[in-house]
């Protein structure tokens, strides 16, 4: 098994991908067993100057330090359970120490899977109206909706103002269920949830479309790829090219 290395980047989101990676592996393998984590957190804060500047390259020098550490440790592959930073990490730059998998990637492969033509993205303003999204979706043949400026707006106050730091209201949940019912009216067929937090407020039950959960499904996809039932990622940042 391959030891896989955990690149945080926002606390709660980083906090399920552990406890779901965990967990695949007691599913799969039996109590207590799981391939070798190791997780590396350099706080989100100190990247947000950067974000807000616009930045990306900055982000991607200390995401950089936390994949090295991760090698230092003896990870074999790392993941980063935050789709924002994907925007941060696909920066042209010298090649991570680690090779990686990309969660848009993961993400856009299940829909692909489930006969999707149509999905709504939620997540931050910078994954909503980043290109991440629209490039790994619409390399599978799958259109892409965002919510207009004003659901954008109450999408990502929620996530920077409660998610983050772990709050969970039923108003929020409301808020979310009206967006995504707003997505289903312009014709989508499912909704990615691709800010880490959202499917920890909005699960399949709550949600007027059917779910990609981008957090659970890179879990998923860790382990199997830790345990060899899929290829060993190659992508060490920057672009990403098919």
Known sequence: MRHLGILAHSTEGAALAFLSFCQEGFQRRGEHDHPDVTLDYIPFGRSMPAWDAGDHDAVRRTL????????RAGADFFVCPDNTAHLALER????????????????????????RKRVGVLGTSYTMEGAVYPRALSACGIAVEVPDADDREVVNKIIFSE???????DASRAAYVKVIERLSDRGCDAV?????EIPLLVGPEHSPLPTLDST?????????AAVGLRPFPSWRGGPVTR
């Open 92 to 115: 042209p730059g010298p090649p991570l120490a680690l090779p990686g998998l990309h969660i848009a990637e993961v993400v856009a492969a299940q829909a692909a899977l489930d006969g």
């Open 192 to 196: 990615a949830l691709v800010c880490t």
């Open 216 to 224: 659970r499904l890179l879990s998923t996809a860790a382990y199997d």
């Open 64 to 71: 950089a330090v936390s994949v090295d550490r991760l090698a």
């Open 163 to 169: 998610l983050v730091n772990g709050v969970f209201t």
